[in-house]
Every structure is written in structure tokens, then in C-alpha cells.
């Protein structure tokens, strides 16, 4: 499975039609202690670039992108009792939601780990 990222940290971990989906641990770093976490309901639609969730930590509030197009199969709970989670895991066990995918073809376009470390580092 390849982790792919975008210019607004998110990343996305595709496996056949259903995308995992996560904040980048640069944008957790970069957040600081996470309070709070919105997650949008299962059957929720996104296009690629819509505001899907909401995160905020003790320094700021801050939107997370869908990374790519698909309906919300699942929303992890754990991340909304516990936000702190994100802090710990972020590319891992405090990923935001899984998206049944609408078109593959757009994570052609995200970054891959290489290329998102050289874009995190020099913004």
C-alpha cells in the first residue's frame, strides 16, 4: 500500500477502493497538542479539496482536506474521544476517516513520500 501526500499535509493510504486517511506527522508537529476532533458522519460524499474534518490544538483551529473524491465508509472514534491520539500516531493508529474511493486516478496527482518531505521541510 502507498502512502501518498498533499500540499495541505494530509495523507492517504490506498488499498484497492478504500482510501485511509490522516493528517502527516510534520502537521501534527507543526500543530502541537491536538483538543479536539471533527469527523464528518459515514455516508458523507467529498470531492477532492473539500473541507472534510476539523482539527484544533492548543495553538490554532485547522481544516482537513479530502485528498481524494469517495463516501465515508468509516470515521475513527478514537480520535474524537482521545485527540491526542493524533499527536501519537498521526500516519498510523489516529488516521481520520476511510473513503470508498470515486476516482483513483486523482492520487496520481498527491505527492509520494520523498517529494512531501522536501515540500514539508521547505515551508
Do not use: C
Not at 20 to 28: C, K, N, P, R, V
Not at 70 to 86: H, L, R, Y
Not at 92 to 107: H, T, Y
Request: charged share 25%.
Amino acid at each position: 500500500m502507498t502512502v501518498k501526500y498533499t500540499k495541505d499535509h494530509e495523507w492517504v493510504r490506498l488499498d484497492g477502493a478504500v482510501a485511509t486517511i490522516g493528517i502527516s506527522a510534520h502537521a501534527a508537529e507543526q500543530l502541537g497538542d491536538v483538543v479536539f476532533v471533527e469527523l464528518p458522519a459515514i455516508g458523507k460524499t467529498f470531492k477532492k479539496g473539500d473541507d472534510m474534518a476539523v482539527v484544533e490544538s492548543v495553538k490554532a483551529a485547522s481544516d482537513v482536506y479530502a485528498p481524494i473524491s469517495g463516501e465515508v465508509v468509516e470515521a475513527n472514534q478514537a480520535i474524537v474521544d482521545d485527540p491526542a491520539k493524533v499527536n501519537g500516531d498521526p500516519e498510523g493508529g489516529a488516521w481520520f476517516v476511510k473513503l470508498k474511493v470515486s476516482n483513483a486516478a486523482e492520487a496520481n496527482e498527491l505527492m509520494d513520500a520523498a517529494a512531501y518531505r522536501a515540500f514539508a521541510e521547505s515551508h
